[in-house]
């Protein structure tokens, strides 16, 4: 496992200031915003590891609820995540995510003012132990969730994999998804588009996304079973426009390096999103492993990193 040296907020600044983002550090736990999503008073924004209380392989901000890290460290990292968001961290809607494309539609279920477990909110979750929603059957096997509720925050989970962000202003419903090379291939993006259009009259033109920090080209080295499952997905014009980069091994055996924000960017135009109103973010998680939780640069030693996107209630 490669040891890691968790960088400070300042260094971490510096090291993104090139990046076409807005890192805010207004709150206890520093944000990562997309420009192209500030808008209507939307809630978005990409943690980073920088900012919480968890220690060891965890430091500091670990947002994963299943590890074997300190409960109440994981509780703590949710407030001050909740408070620099300014959101209600007990009503966070959570994925029991596992790479597949099934979508959740979290409805408007209250009990006394907070989220139900039953649309996977922790309904005071963080001072429950069992996390409520995140243990909900509800929950099993879910990579992507929709809603138009204001103030029920969505959440996705990512430590390399690409967490992609949905908001459409014209209908004001929003979207999340985990989408790693699996997800990817399987039109997770493009699904989310599709059931957005079903359940709230979602026009894919008018659809803003943002694709989050998560394992860029230049790391993220791939065997042909990979590949030949980009080629079914997009067909050849996955390794004509880059999206894929052949790169074979001294020992003969063939490897590619891919380019999962491309691949999902490609997937997404294909379902009618504008290219221009799809946010890269461009950060390697691996390269960036002091500011970012990275699974391939830990040997899936580490926490999770998270995408979060809310409706505010002034809709």
Not at 35 to 44: A, Q, V, W
Request: proline letters at 4%; a negative charge.
């Amino acid at each position: 496992m490669n040891e890691v040296n968790v960088c400070s907020v300042a260094e971490a600044a510096k090291a993104l200031q090139d990046y076409n983002i807005i890192f805010n550090t207004d709150g206890e736990v520093p944000i990562i915003e997309l420009p192209g999503m500030k808008r209507n008073d939307l809630i978005h924004g990409f943690t980073t590891r920088l900012g919480g209380v968890s220690k060891g392989i965890y430091e500091s901000l670990n947002l994963g609820t299943r590890l074997d890290d300190d409960h109440a460290d994981v509780m703590e990292n949710y407030r001050r995540l909740g408070r620099s968001l300014g959101i209600d961290e007990t009503g966070i809607s959570f994925p029991n995510q596992v790479h597949d494309t099934r979508i959740l539609v979290v409805r408007n279920e209250t009990h006394d003012g907070k989220t139900d477990a039953t649309t996977g909110g922790i309904n005071g979750g963080v001072t429950a132990e069992s996390f409520g929603g995140i243990t909900d059957a509800t929950r099993d096997g879910i990579d992507a969730q929709i809603t138009d509720v204001p103030g029920i925050p969505l959440i996705v989970f990512g430590a390399d994999c690409v967490p992609i962000l949905f908001y459409d202003p014209v209908n004001k419903a929003i979207g999340s998804a985990h989408a790693g090379w699996r997800g990817a291939v399987n039109g997770i993006a493009s699904k989310v588009v599709r059931t957005m259009g079903d359940e709230f009259g979602t026009n894919p033109s008018d659809l803003i996304v943002g694709i989050g920090p998560s394992i860029g080209q230049e790391n993220y080295e791939v065997d042909r079973v990979v590949i030949d499952e980009v080629d079914k997905c997009l067909g050849t014009v996955a390794e004509a426009s880059g999206i894929y980069i052949r790169r074979d091994r001294p020992d003969g055996e063939e490897r590619y390096m891919l380019n999962l924000w491309e691949l999902n960017k490609a997937v997404l135009t294909s379902a009618g999103v504008p290219a221009d109103n799809i946010n890269l973010a461009g950060i390697c998680t691996m390269k960036h492993h002091d500011i970012f939780f990275s699974h391939r640069y830990t040997s899936g030693r580490r926490g999770l990193n998270a995408g979060i996107i809310c409706l505010p209630m002034s809709l």
